[in-house]
C-alpha cells in the first residue's frame, strides 16, 4: 500500500499547469471541467448561438473577466460543448490594423480546417457538404442520394454551375474563383493550395494555374468579401462562431492605445451584413473600461449581449482543486476521506475571506499548500499542518523563479516545435511582430516599424539598431510565393536603400528568389549581391523561437501568465529572458547580431542537468523516478539510464541530495542540498 502522503512527496505539483491556449491545439490533456463554474455564461452564450442557427442573424457577445476569471478557458468548453452544433474559429491579436481583415480571413480558415473531435472530416470539408445546394435536391437525384455528393465533385464545371445556380441571389464575390476553389477542396493533391488561396496567401503563378484562379486574395476587400461568402452560401448550415482573444496584444493607435475601433468596426460590419455568423470579443474588464469612450456608439449598439465572469464560490473552488488531486488520490491506498486532502475548508475560507475568488487564485493557492506540505512531510511531520504566508522578495526566491521559467520555456517550446513546421506558418506581418517583441526583451535600440513606408508591404519590414553601433539595420520578411509580389517588395528594398533609411538592410525569406528569368531575381542581386545587405534563409526553428516567447507575451499583457503562482507581467518577462538566455540558440537571432553566434552544437547532457537541477528547485522534493520520467518527456534523445546517472553527477556537484539513499531507486526522494547557514 502507498500513502496518500507518499504519493504527494514523490509526485509533482499538481498544480504547476493551469494555462489555457487556443483551443485549436493539441493538449497534453484536456482541462479538467467544474460544469457549475461560469454555467450562467455558457447558458447564456448557447442560448444566443442557438438564436442564431433558427434566424441566421449574425449577433455578437461581449465576453469580460478579471485575469484568472477563465475567459480563453472558457472559450474552449464553449467549442468543446457546442462543436456538434456549431463550426468555432480562434482569432488571434491582429499585429496591422490595416489588414485586419486578411487577417481574421487567414485564422477563419486557419480554424476550419481542423478536426473536430469525433469526426474525420474537418470543419471546412463539413460545411462544404452540409451547403444547402448537396442537401437539398429533387426527388430524381435523392435516388440516387448515395452517389449525390460524387456526382457534383466528379466534374468541376458541373460543380461550378450547380453553385451558381442555387446561390445566383447571394451575391457572391469572385464567384467564379470561390466556387472553383470550393471544388478544389474535394481533390486530395489540390486541397492543401485551395486552403492556402482560401486564407489570402499569396500563392506562387504555378499553384494560381492549378487551382484555375487570375490572382491570390491580397486586399482588404477581397479578405472581407471572401469572408462574407462563407455566410452568404451557409444558411442552411450550422453557424461560424468567430473568437475574438487576448485583445491586449491587438495592433495599438500611434499614441499607444489598443486599436478596438477598428476591431469592433469589423464586428459591426459582419453583424450587419454578413449571415450565420456569432461573434466574441474576449477581454479583460479593464481594458474594455479603459477604452469604451473610444468606439463609436453605433458600434456599441451591435452588441446583443455582456456576459461577464464572475468570482467562483468557495465550493465551486473545492471543486475545481478536487480536480487537480484526483489523479494523485486514485494511486494511494487507502484513499483519502477528502477531495482535496491535503487542503481542508478552514484553509480556503480564512485564504478567501470574502467566500469568493478567481479559478486562477484558487490554483495558485492550492500550489502554494501542496509545497508547504512537501515541507513539513519532509521534515518530520512537526507539529500540525499549517499553510505559511508566502514573502516572496529574497534572491532565493529569484533562483526559484528562474528555474521555473526555464522549465516553463522547454515545456512551451517542445509544444510550439510539434505545432510550428514551416516558416509559412506564420503571416509575414506577425513574423515581423515576433520579430519586433524580442529585439525589445533583447534591448535593441531605435526599434521602428514600419521600414519601407507608403508601401503595400509596410507590415513585412522593421528597422532597430544594436547598442554601441550607430548604424541603422533594417530588416524585410517576406515568404510570399509570387514572383510579381517579390519584385514589389524588391523594389521597395532599394527605394529603401536609396533613401538611406538603412546602412545595412536583411531580407529573411525560406521562400525561393526566382531565375534569371524574373525581374525580381534580378533586382534581388542586384541589393544583395556583394554589398552590406544580406539575406537571411531562416529555418521553423528560429520560427519557433519567435512564437514561443510571443505566445508568452500574450499571456503577460493579459495578466495569464503565471509562474509559481505570480502574474508576470511584460517588463518581468522582458528581464527572464536576458537574464535566462533561452534565445541565444536561436539561429535567426544569431544571423542578425542579436545575440552571440555559437558553433553548432552536439547534443549535450548539460540542457538536461540544468533541467534535472531546475526542476528539484521548483517542487523542492520528489521522486527519483518521477525526475527521471519528466526529463525523459522533455529530452527524448536521452534514455533513462543516461538521465540517472546525471542525477548522481548532481549529488557528486553537491547541488542535490537523495534523503534515503538506501532505499531502492524507485523510493527515493531527491531534494536540493540543504544551503549552509
Known sequence: MTSIDNVILKSTNPFDNYRSV??????????????????????????????????????????????????????????????????????????????????????????????????????????????????????????????????FTSDRKHFIKHLKKTYQQAGIYNVDNFFGVLHDLTDPELYISACQWLQGDDLSEESLKELGVKGSIDTEEAACETLANFGRISAETQPIVLCFDQLESIARLPDGSLDLQTLFSVATKIHDENKNFLVIISGCTDTWQNNEGRIDQSHKDRIDGEVELKSITLKEAESLLATRFSPLHRQASPKPDSSIYPLIQQFLAE?????RTSPREALMFGRDVVQDYKKWLAGGKQGSFQPTKKNKTDGSDRQELLANFKLKW?????????????????????????????????????????????????????????????????????????????????????KAIEQNLCQTLYLIRAEG???????????????????????????????????????????????????????????????????????????LLQDLGIVPGSPIKQPSPEPVKEFLFNFVITQQFLGRQTLIQNASSQFPDFDESTIDQLIDQLCQENKIQILDPRAKPKAQLVCLVPKAS
Open 513 to 587: 528568389v526566382g531565375n534569371r528569368n524574373n525581374k525580381g531575381y534580378k533586382r534581388f542581386t542586384e541589393i544583395f549581391t556583394g554589398s552590406p545587405h544580406h539575406r537571411i534563409t531562416p529555418n521553423p526553428l528560429s520560427v519557433q523561437y519567435l512564437v514561443a516567447y510571443y505566445d508568452l507575451v500574450k499571456d503577460a499583457r493579459e495578466g495569464d501568465f503565471v509562474i509559481r503562482g505570480e502574474p508576470i507581467g511584460l517588463k518581468n518577462l522582458q528581464a527572464l529572458i536576458r537574464e535566462s538566455e533561452v534565445l541565444h540558440d536561436c539561429p
Open 351 to 355: 485564504e478567501f475571506k470574502r467566500g
Open 22 to 151: 487556443n483551443f485549436w491545439q493539441p493538449q497534453k490533456q484536456p482541462e479538467p471541467v467544474v460544469e457549475s463554474i461560469h454555467q450562467d455564461a455558457i447558458a447564456t452564450i448557447e442560448e444566443t448561438l442557438d438564436q442564431v442557427a433558427q434566424d441566421h442573424g449574425t449577433r455578437t457577445v461581449m465576453l469580460q473577466g478579471d485575469p484568472g476569471s477563465g475567459k480563453t478557458y472558457l472559450l474552449g468548453r464553449l467549442k468543446k460543448k457546442l462543436n456538434h452544433k456549431a463550426f468555432f474559429v480562434y482569432i488571434k491579436p491582429f499585429p496591422q490594423s490595416d489588414r485586419i481583415w486578411q487577417h481574421i480571413l487567414r485564422y477563419t480558415v486557419d480554424s476550419m480546417i481542423q478536426v473536430p473531435e469525433g469526426q474525420t472530416d474537418s470543419q471546412l470539408m463539413l460545411w462544404l457538404k452540409s451547403l444547402s445546394a448537396f442537401t437539398k435536391h429533387s426527388l430524381g437525384a435523392r435516388v440516387l442520394k448515395d452517389n449525390f455528393w460524387e456526382l
Open 410 to 494: 522547454i515545456e512551451d517550446f517542445n509544444k510550439i516545435q510539434q505545432r510550428i513546421t514551416k516558416v509559412r506558418q506564420e503571416s509575414s506581418p506577425e513574423l515581423i511582430q515576433m520579430l519586433q517583441e524580442v529585439l525589445t526583451a533583447l534591448q535593441a535600440e531605435a526599434i521602428k516599424t514600419p521600414l519601407l513606408t507608403g508601401t503595400k508591404f509596410a507590415s513585412y519590414s522593421l528597422s532597430y539598431q544594436i547598442p554601441g553601433k550607430p548604424e541603422g539595420i533594417g530588416v524585410v520578411w517576406t515568404e510570399d510565393q509570387n514572383m510579381g509580389t517579390f519584385f514589389h517588395v524588391m523594389e521597395a528594398c532599394r
